[in-house]
C-alpha cells in the first residue's frame, strides 16, 4: 500500500518535507520509493489558448518540453497542481476556463475568479503511462498573465507505480 509521509502547502506551493513513500509488501518487508518533484513556470504570452511552460528545475527524465505540450517521458502517479492568474487588464474581465488536459482528455477544470484573477491552485493525482502529453489551456486565450512565481506555475509530482 502506497501512502504519503508528509505534504505541506505554503503559498500555494507543494512541498515534501519527507519525499518518501513506503510500500509494504509481503512478508512485512518495507520498500522506500523515492519521488521527484518538478516545478515548471509561464514564460510568455501567445496569441494561442495552449499555455506553454518551462522547467524551473532538472526533468529528471520525467518530461520532455517542446513548445506547448509536456510529454510524459516515465509512467507513473502524477500530482498536478496547476494555478493561472491574470493581471488586471481589460481582457482579465471576460469569464475565462482553464483546462489541465492529459491526450486531450480534460481531468482538471477552474474558471478565473473575476475578484481574485486567479484559478486559486487546481491538484489531482492520476496514474499516466509513458507517451501522454500534458497540456494546459486557457479559453477564451489572453496575453495579460500574471508572471510571478507564487500564482502562475504548474507543479508535478512523480512517484513510481
Not at 522506500?32 to 529528471?60: D, E, G, N, R, V
Not at 505540450?69 to 497542481?81: H, W
Request: aromatic share 12%.
Amino acid at each position: 500500500m502506497l501512502f504519503p509521509y508528509l505534504f505541506i502547502l505554503i503559498n500555494n506551493h507543494v512541498f515534501f518535507l519527507f519525499c518518501f513513500l513506503r510500500w509494504w509488501g509481503g512478508g512485512g518487508l518495507g520498500k522506500i520509493l523515492s519521488a521527484l518533484m518538478l516545478w515548471l513556470m509561464f514564460p510568455l504570452p501567445t496569441a494561442s489558448s495552449t499555455i506553454h511552460w518551462f522547467p524551473k528545475s532538472q526533468t529528471s527524465g520525467l518530461i520532455s518540453v517542446r513548445e506547448d505540450r509536456l510529454t510524459i517521458r516515465k509512467g507513473g502517479y502524477y500530482f498536478l497542481s496547476v494555478q493561472v492568474t491574470l493581471t488586471s487588464c481589460e481582457e482579465a474581465q471576460l469569464r475565462r476556463t482553464v483546462e489541465l488536459k492529459l491526450d486531450n482528455e480534460v481531468i482538471l477544470v477552474g474558471w478565473i475568479d473575476a475578484t481574485t484573477n486567479s484559478t486559486g491552485l487546481l491538484s489531482k493525482v492520476e496514474e499516466v503511462s509513458t507517451g501522454v502529453t500534458l497540456m494546459v489551456t486557457i479559453n477564451p486565450p489572453v496575453k495579460c498573465f500574471n508572471y510571478g512565481e507564487s500564482v502562475t506555475h504548474l507543479d508535478i509530482v512523480y512517484l513510481p507505480r
